[in-house]
């Protein structure tokens, strides 16, 4: 429990993602989406940290990059994957360092075979310690806040992954993605894609990068307005390093960028400004998601089913030349609208200036709005994006972690910043490499003077991201699996399933007039099957009650289908022939035993969680 609150209740939903490369066009690999909670994953060993001092906590619990920049100011401011299977991911390879092997005897029991606790170096956690701590205790992993002299299963770093070297384990940093989705090496890499697809990645808006193309841009402009009197654009600078809405302003014409000096010591990227967003009670606001990238040979995403939504403080109006400068009005950025007087703090999740994505998705089902196709959009911008971003990932990957050195495996949690317009359509705005994991707000206490305050809403989405991200990551997970994932257990025996069996096969049976097959007929089996999947996953909804139970068997078949290539093979050299089948690949949906339901039990929202194909 979790103030008060089920854990099940807590659960951050996954949409899983495995992306073959654009070798000939992105846009027409099928992609296949596999929902769930947690596909399940391998390593283990970490390297030990030294204990490093934390730095002062910033002062707003901001939702943009997780660095602590000055207060705003008051104007205003192909890579090749292997393919996807017909069930959903592959999962990521071999373990660095394989688990020391658990021998069973006859004076040993089960408990004693089963694996040590997974370690986490929570040393550089810094802002995210907080919800990182719940979630370990959560999972009843072993949390080491000052380090280790052994090596962890775990590191969790703060900022960047060049924190220290580490040679073993897990660590939730890659090699150069900091660099990777700043706005203009973001802006260079999508704008490839869109040369090269430009109908698939018209989600980014058109972008140039100041100085070096201001001439550019100033020609463009010019040349559309010729062509299109009518054409009255609003454009939005951005600062290549900026966070937390530093240093943004809104300008109408090339000629009001702000160009004494600043651009030649601070680059940045000016954008088509997005005039019809769509509003929620009157106020634009944009949608903070969760994306973790789990692997990048083979490419793994998974989309956190539950966001925030950040919004701006002052009703919303259309850009023009007497109201640019309001930043409460155009700019949803949490770390500026803290400070407006109309900020609304909330413990509710669908109230307030920071809501869960799922109220309004909530909201926006009941006027209708087809829930599906909006995820569907979503998760198309989210793999695309990715996509244009990993072959100079993978440079950075190979650069820092040769293969055949010592290294860490990566992982990475990154927050996609998604404005819906008012078409429905999603709109990338940027990529943060540290998205906020602070789950405490700020406060006013009196003029000048602020507290840190717990946010229910912050606590809610960040917590359960963080521990589904740590189940996914379990090093340990298979071992678990191949002791606990028997079909069977202490409140269902095999004998209880023969008396199953007979018993709704005798029931059947005297209802079916032909009854020349022996047997369960189709719909006794289907009878059977669900009961098995309500007995085994009781937490879960009934239709992943019964996709898990059926992920639980196929795993099973494909470790019978391995077993039999191994006897294949060394039966070859007795003169029979090996076996000819190919093992099935293990998808991370398989292992969804812990499963929670979404926070919000919408009928619409549950459409996103079944299966569907991408183009």
């Known amino acids: 429990m979790l103030r008060g609150r089920p854990e099940r209740e807590l659960a951050a939903w996954w949409e899983a993602e495995a992306v073959a490369a ?15 909670a947690a596909g399940e994953p391998e390593r283990k060993a970490g390297e030990e940290q030294p204990k490093e001092p934390t730095p002062a906590q910033p002062r707003a619990a901001e939702e943009g990059d997780a660095r602590a920049p000055p207060r705003p100011p008051s104007t205003l401011p192909m890579y090749q994957a292997k393919p996807v299977s017909a069930q959903g991911l592959y999962p990521h390879g071999k373990s660095r360092s394989k688990n020391r092997s658990c021998k069973r005897s006859s004076d040993r029991s089960e408990e004693d075979c089963s694996p040590r606790p997974v370690t986490v170096d929570s040393s550089k956690a810094r802002t995210s310690l907080d919800a990182l701590k719940i979630s370990i205790r959560q999972l009843k992993w072993k949390e080491f806040p000052f380090g280790r002299r052994l090596p962890c299963d775990i590191y969790w770093h703060g900022v960047s992954f060049h924190d220290s070297d580490i040679f073993s384990g897990l660590v939730n940093k890659f090699p150069g993605m900091t660099e990777m989705v700043r706005k203009i090496t973001l802006s260079r890499a999508v704008r490839i894609m869109q040369n090269l697809f430009p109908e698939e990645y018209n989600f980014y808006p058109r972008s140039w990068i100041l100085p070096d193309e201001f001439q550019l841009f100033v020609a463009q402009v010019r040349m559309v307005k010729d062509g299109d009197p009518s054409w009255k654009p609003t454009f939005i600078v951005k600062p290549d390093s900026g966070c937390q809405g530093d240093g943004i302003y809104l300008i109408k014409d090339p000629s ?10 601070r680059p940045a990227v000016v954008q088509e400004y997005v005039c019809k967003p769509l509003l929620i009670d009157k106020l634009k606001f944009d949608i903070r998601l969760y994306v973790l990238l789990k692997s990048l040979e083979p490419l793994e995403i998974y989309i956190a089913k539950d966001g925030l939504s950040r919004f701006c403080t002052e009703p919303y109006q259309e850009p023009h030349p007497r109201n640019l400068h309001h930043i409460f009005m155009h700019l949803t950025n949490y770390s500026l609208n803290i400070h407006s007087g109309n900020f609304v703090h909330s413990d509710s999740t669908s109230t307030g200036s920071k809501r869960t994505f799922s109220s309004i998705l909530c909201r926006l089902s009941s006027k209708g709005v087809d829930i599906k196709k909006v995820w569907s959009d979503i998760i198309s911008l989210v793999i695309k994006t990715v996509i244009a971003l990993t072959p100079e990932l993978r440079v950075f990957y190979q650069s820092d972690i040769p293969a055949g050195r010592p290294g860490p495996t990566c992982f990475q949690i990154l927050g996609f910043d998604i404005l819906l317009m008012k078409n429905l359509k999603p709109i990338l705005l940027e990529v943060n490499a ?19 305050v717990p946010s229910l809403v912050d606590e809610e989405v960040k917590v359960a991201v963080i521990r589904d991200t740590l189940r996914l990551m379990d090093p340990f997970k298979k071992k678990r699996e191949s002791q606990n994932c028997k079909l069977s257990s202490s409140s269902l025996s095999m004998a209880a399933v023969d008396i199953l069996y007979i018993d709704i096969t005798r029931r059947w049976n005297s209802m079916t007039v032909d009854q020349r097959d022996s047997g369960m007929c189709l719909q006794a089996f289907v009878e059977a099957f669900f009961y098995l999947a309500q007995r085994k996953f009781k937490m879960l909804p009934l239709h992943e009650q019964v996709a898990s139970l059926i992920d639980l068997c196929e795993y099973h078949l494909s470790l019978l289908d391995e077993k039999r290539l191994v006897c294949g093979r060394s039966a070859t050299s007795g003169g029979r022939p090996p076996h000819s089948g190919t093992p099935q690949e293990v998808t991370p949906a398989a292992q969804l035993a812990e499963g929670h339901p979404p926070p919000c039990t919408n009928s619409a929202l549950k459409l996103s969680h079944s299966r569907h194909t991408l183009s």
């Open 256 to 265: 009001d960028i702000r160009l004494a000096g600043t651009l030649q010591s």
């Open 434 to 452: 540290n998205p906020s994991m602070r789950i405490e707000h700020e406060q006013e206490l009196s003029p000048g003077v602020f507290e840190n």
């Open 22 to 36: 654009a070798k000939a066009h992105a846009a027409k690999e099928q992609v296949r989406v596999d929902p769930g």
